[in-house]
């Protein structure tokens, strides 16, 4: 079963918008990442939260941990056409190498 | 060329027969995966291996095989190919990070039909 399950699974915005997209999982984790899939190509890691963390930056990049409600929030602020891609969101527990994906948020960005 | 090459790119096969899906990475990373990745389920996890010669079951390993004979290989084998089998195929790469899980490094995918 998917650990990590985005919200929205699509959403168009305007070009230069703020987009937010949200993640929620089940059980304690190590981590939490965000990847992007453009269409056809592979996934590209974005950043990485740990479990200890509630907030990080990565350019125009924000990334918020709540463990207490099991969810995580992927902020992109003015939004550009290139980010027009699949988001996903990846759960790491304790003691385990592996990444859960979710089903990822399908993000648009009109021009 | 540095990085996680996955090859074939495209391959259409047919029911029963046997296809191998290949991956090669250069950062000799100890962690490598196999993921296949479908409309509503997003990314799951096959198999995954953390070094030569240890691999271990993901979410949905039946009907596939792996191998790690080397550090830099990680060959996915379906052994009788069904048509549920068609997806598109991941190979992912991991030095571990410090602390657990680090990022993964993926391939550009091997989509696959089976008719």
């Known amino acids: 079963s998917q650990q990590g399950e985005e919200d929205p699974q699509a959403l168009s915005i305007q070009e230069g918008e703020n987009a937010t997209m949200n993640c929620s999982y089940k059980?304690?984790?190590?981590?939490l990442q965000w990847y992007r899939q453009n269409s056809g190509r592979g996934l590209v890691h974005l950043i990485l939260i740990r479990s200890n963390e509630r907030e990080k930056h990565s350019g125009r990049l924000r990334v918020t941990l709540d463990t207490s409600k099991k969810s995580s929030s992927l902020l992109i602020t003015a939004s550009r056409a290139a980010d027009t891609a699949s988001y996903f969101c990846?759960?790491?527990?304790?003691?385990?190498?592996?990444?859960?994906f979710g089903t990822g948020t399908r993000l648009t960005i009109i021009p | 060329d540095a990085g996680i090459t996955q090859s074939p790119r495209y391959k259409i096969t047919e029911t029963g027969r046997q296809v191998t899906l290949m991956c090669h990475q250069t950062?000799?990373?100890?962690?490598m995966f196999w993921y296949r990745q479908d409309l509503g389920h997003g990314l799951r996890l096959i198999y995954y291996?953390?070094?030569?010669?240890?691999?271990d079951k993901g979410e949905v390993p039946d009907g596939y095989v792996v191998s790690r004979s080397k550090t830099e290989n990680f060959p996915l084998t379906l052994e009788s190919a069904t048509r549920s089998q068609t997806s598109v195929y991941f190979c992912a790469s991991s030095d571990g990070g410090d602390r657990g899980t680090g990022e993964l490094f993926f391939g550009e995918g091997s989509r696959l039909t089976v008719l």
């Open positions: 059980t304690s984790i190590n981590n």
């Open positions: 950062w000799s990373h100890s962690y």
């Open positions: 291996s953390a070094a030569a010669d240890i691999t």
């Open positions: 990846a759960v790491s527990n304790f003691g385990n190498e592996k990444l859960t």
